[in-house]
């Protein structure tokens, strides 16, 4: 959209829904990234796509649609095929004599409205919704008129007495499975994968038991199960699957790692595939790497204003370490790939280390670790120094050589960035120190450590007041003056959410900052628990008590904290 901040913009700011500073981000972060001024307004979270449309369709004097207060008939979704609607992010809403009226999400595009024109051969009226929600009613409207989804399909399947004979223990080769009966398979492995995409999925899940196949979508953290497939279709979906990412289809007793690259709608997708063998046959999960998942700022990570504004000055120090710590799925990539995002510049050589390289940044070196042949982190390392980086992120510090090599280069006048597998940001440099490096090196590269978790965010379509039982918020640690300016929400539950309460996750933080006072703890070994409590003296957050502060703002519930983060005697919330 080829808008500039003088259009929609000034609507937005005499609304009182942004301000004029942070048009100027949006505008900034726009050209950085080459993208729209709206979606850069959305993601910073300084709007909504309800009210940036609203704004556009005030601006060009057009309608705005609320699709999800919106009837559609079915006779008129009937007029536009579902491969039209998709391709074009277009949806039907009303017909007359000779015309009919269409969603669409820029007023811009003037192609898919003469294309629409031709294709339907009708006059074609267009309103504004914003595309997120347009493309979420093509899937509810056009499910219910001609869509397939992967439980259907497994339905088919289950109906039908095709035989998959399984491949796992028979003669049958895996190829004559394939050429045979491949359609059904094909379409349902490529129908699980769009499924997975449509609900935002971070991974596929395919485990085989005795007596069935159990397929599980991790969305927003959480394995939700899908419907299972006739246990005879182990092997051919294995090897439909191995096909699609290049592995050996006869190896079943090694595990194997693969790729997948695919396209879903508009997006383009990595799938990283792992293949491991199992009691009752190979098991598979794929990851789902989406490349729109990283091009987040800081600013969208969750960081409070203080914390916000300590590790913007923390990542334009000249040199030392900052540890990202937490547990496998906790965020750690997205927030280390946004702090080289907002780093890299063209007066700046950035180095990357990583098992495996997951996102491929432009304009950054990654070098993947590779144990075949001898490349690992501290030989990678070493060999980066020579190319005078000025800044270097290191996967994982695993060991002592590598975290040995990691502080040299911090010394050496190199920002570094790497992470730990830590309960806490306090844990990190005693775990440093039973690695094998000595306290004082420790004391004088480690900047800062930051840990995180994960929470999921209330939905917003069906996010309801609520007040904690008295006990909930006693055990919590919120007093009834907090509870009384709190603004608890949960959700109730709707088809945005498909049905959770949730809709996205958030990260909560605790930030350790090396100080003078916490150097001379680690220099003279003192345990993480001392160090803790000089850093929370000192103004740390801690993970808990920044989780509470966000369900009582609304953003996360209290239960959402309490399953990822522990209270302890240190934990004082302070609002």
Avoid: W
């Avoid at 935002?200 to 085989?208: G, V």
């Avoid at 000055?313 to 280390?336: C, D, E, F, H």
């Amino acid at each position: 959209m080829a808008t500039s901040k003088d259009d929609f913009g000034k609507i937005l700011i005499r609304k009182g829904i942004i301000s004029r500073d942070q048009l100027n981000e949006a505008e900034q972060m726009s050209r950085e990234q080459n993208a729209n001024v709206s979606d850069c307004l959305v993601k910073l979270g300084y709007a909504t796509g309800d009210e940036v449309m609203r704004a556009m369709a005030e601006f060009h004097h057009m309608e705005f649609v609320d699709l999800s207060e919106f009837k559609i008939p079915e006779d008129v979704i009937e007029l536009v095929p579902e491969s039209v609607a998709r391709e074009n992010a277009a949806l039907p809403l009303a017909k007359e004599e000779d015309s009919l009226r269409v969603a669409v999400s820029d007023p811009f595009d003037i192609e898919t409205i003469e294309k629409l024109r031709f294709i339907l051969n009708r006059k074609v009226e267009t309103a504004l919704a914003p595309r997120e929600s347009i493309l979420e009613a093509i899937n509810r409207y056009y499910g219910q008129v001609e869509g397939e989804s992967a439980d259907s399909m497994l339905q088919e399947f289950t109906d039908t007495a095709i035989d998959f004979t399984e491949t796992e223990d028979s003669d049958t080769t895996t190829s004559d499975i394939v050429d045979e009966n491949s359609a059904p398979v094909v379409r349902l492995v490529h129908v699980m994968i769009q499924e997975a995409v449509q609900l935002r999925a971070s991974d596929i899940h395919i485990e085989p038991f005795e007596d069935r196949i159990r397929i599980r979508y991790r969305i927003d953290g959480v394995l939700i199960e899908r419907d299972s497939p006739p246990r005879r279709l182990l092997g051919a979906i294995l090897s439909r699957i191995k096909i699609l990412a290049s592995l050996d289809i006869a190896e079943r007793r090694r595990p194997q790692d693969g790729r997948i690259k695919v396209t879903v709608g508009e997006k383009e997708l990595d799938l990283r595939v792992s293949v491991i063998p199992t009691n009752h046959g190979q098991s598979i999960v794929m990851r789902l790497l989406d490349k729109d998942s990283i091009k987040v700022g800081i600013r969208q990570l969750g960081l409070s204003e203080q914390d916000f504004s300590s590790f913007q000055a923390l990542i334009r120090r000249p040199n030392g370490i900052i540890l990202v710590t937490g547990p496998t799925g906790s965020g750690k990539t997205t927030t280390l790939y946004a702090a080289l995002n907002s780093l890299n510049r063209p007066d700046r050589k950035i180095i990357t280390a990583e098992d495996p390289v997951e996102y491929y940044l432009a304009g950054i070196n990654q070098v993947e670790v590779k144990h075949s042949i001898g490349l690992d982190f501290a030989r990678i390392i070493r060999s980066m120094l020579r190319q005078a980086p000025n800044i270097i992120l290191v996967g994982e510090m695993r060991d002592s050589e590598t975290a040995s090599m990691g502080i040299q280069a911090s010394l050496t006048g190199h920002l570094v960035f790497s992470t730990l597998h830590t309960n806490d940001a306090p844990s990190a440099v005693t775990r440093m120190v039973d690695m094998g490096v000595p306290g004082y090196l420790v004391a004088s590269s480690v900047i800062a450590v930051l840990a995180q978790r994960l929470v999921r965010v209330v939905c917003n379509r069906c996010k309801q007041s609520y007040m904690p039982p008295e006990t909930m918020l006693a055990d919590a640690g919120i007093t009834p003056e907090m509870a009384r300016n709190a603004s608890f929400a949960r959700g109730k539950g709707c088809s945005y959410c498909q049905k959770k309460g949730y809709r996205g996750r958030l990260a909560i933080f605790e930030i350790m900052l090396c100080t003078s006072k916490i150097r001379e703890l680690i220099f003279s070994g003192a345990t993480s628990t001392e160090i803790r409590t000089e850093a929370i003296r000192q103004g740390m957050s801690t993970l808990y008590v920044d989780g509470i502060r966000k369900a009582l703002s609304g953003v996360t519930t209290l239960e959402e904290v309490y399953r990822v983060a522990k209270r302890t005697e240190q934990d004082v919330v302070v609002v």
